[in-house]
Every structure is written in C-alpha cells, then in structure tokens.
T-cell receptor, first 111, second 114 residues
Framework: KNQVEQSPQSLIILEGKNCTLQ??????????LRWYKQDTGRGPVSLTI?????NTKSNGRYTATLDADTKQSSLHITASQLSDSASYIC??????????FGAGTTVTVRA | DTAVSQTPKYLVTQMGNDKSIKCEQN?????MYWYKQDSKKFLKIMFS???????INETVPNRFSPKSPDKAHLNLHINSLELGDSAVYFC?????????????FGPGTRLTVL
C-alpha cells in the first residue's frame, strides 16, 4: 500500500470552475509536503512546499492546505484555465530527506 | 536557457545493451538527483549527489551507476538493460539538498527496452 494516497485519480472540470485535490499520507516523521504540477511529456514543476507549522500556502490560483494532525493535504485550483490540465503530484518528505510520492491526480480542463 | 537538460529525450534499445543518459544543470545547484517514473506514473528517487558525492542510493540494482564528473553534471549509466527498465527517467537539481529545497526537474528521458 502506497504511503501517499491521492484522490481522485482523475477529474474533468469546465474552464473557470474550481476544484480540490486530496492527499493523505501515513509516513513519519514528517519534514514537509510538496505539490507538483506535471504537464504531459514534461518534468514536474514545484507549486508549493509546506512545513509542519504551515496550514495554508498559495501560489497564484493554487492554494494548498495542510493538516499535519490528520495527515491530510489538499490543493485547490481556483478559476481553472485550460493550461491547468496536467497531473498534480503530492510528495511527502520524511526522515529529513526520504521522499514518498503519490500517484498523482490527472486534471482535464475543458472549454 | 534550459535550467536542467537531459539527453537523449527518447532512447529505444535492445535487452542486454548498455546505455547512458546525460544530465546537466546550469543553476549552480549543489545537489542533483535521478528519478524513475513507471507506467503507473509513480516517481521514485534513485540517487542523489551533493557536490559530486553520493548521498542517497535507494534500492536500485547495481546495473545502474550514476557518474558525476562535476557538480553540474550527473549522468546515469545502465548496464545489461532489462525490459523492466522501461520508464521515464528524470534528472533534477536543488540548491543545497535540504528537505525544504525546491527541486527543478529536467524534461525526462523515455527509455524503451525491447
């Protein structure tokens, strides 16, 4: 069983709408949590990095939340654009340097 | 002005061959990484080098040998390629390699072993 679970596996939304992606993890001790955006055929690009004490962090239309007590994070996309179509990967850093990756959520934004 | 570049972008080869993938970063970063992304899109770290020294070596077969001639380059050499090696391999770099560092990824190399 993967130690970082993401849901949903995929979703389709209309341009301009909002959506929220979920990430639940079991690894510890927690160091930080990252969200990456991966366009098809490209390498992942960092969106946010959150440490234990941070509850919310924004990067433009992307807002990540973290509840370290329940080991849950979410990524909210506001006013989606066609260019938001990509895979969004949750990564948890634990034990200072170990990484555990989620399988990603594929988002498709339709006009 | 690509920050992290990899060559080749695509690599198709026969089982049993030896091949190399090159990676270069022009960001002045101290730490470089190799990741493998399988068909299910899971990314797994393979190696991490800091200033040409091996820091992380996950449970990777010793057919995979990273080589870092200088801190701007981390090449991946694979001996005796197997079907299961087919995947996309990503190189990445970060400033100093701490857990809070942002990692910058290359465009990936799609390796297909026939």
């Amino acid at each position: 069983k993967n130690q970082v679970e993401q849901s949903p596996q995929s979703l389709i939304i209309l341009e301009g709408k909002n959506c929220t992606l979920q990430c639940n993890y079991t690894v510890s001790p927690f160091s930080n949590l990252r969200w990456y955006k991966q366009d098809t055929g490209r390498g992942p690009v960092s969106l946010t990095i959150m440490t234990f004490s941070e509850n919310t962090k924004s990067n433009g239309r992307y807002t990540a939340t973290l509840d370290a007590d329940t080991k849950q994070s979410s990524l909210h996309i506001t006013a989606s654009q066609l260019s938001d179509s990509a895979s969004y990967i949750c990564v948890v850093i634990y034990n200072d340097y170990k990484l555990s990756f989620g399988a990603g959520t594929t988002v498709t934004v339709r006009a | 002005d690509t920050a992290v570049s990899q060559t080749p972008k695509y690599l198709v080869t026969q089982m049993g061959n030896d091949k190399s993938i090159k990676c270069e970063q022009n960001l002045g970063h101290d730490t470089m990484y190799w990741y493998k992304q399988d068909s299910k899109k899971f990314l797994k770290i393979m190696f991490s080098y800091n200033n040409k020294e091996l820091i992380i070596n996950e449970t990777v077969p010793n057919r995979f040998s990273p080589k870092s001639p200088d801190k701007a380059h981390l090449n991946l050499h694979i001996n005796s390629l197997e079907l299961g090696d087919s995947a996309v391999y990503f190189c990445a770099s970060s400033q100093v390699g701490t857990s809070a560092d942002t990692q910058y990824f290359g465009p990936g190399t799609r390796l297909t072993v026939l």
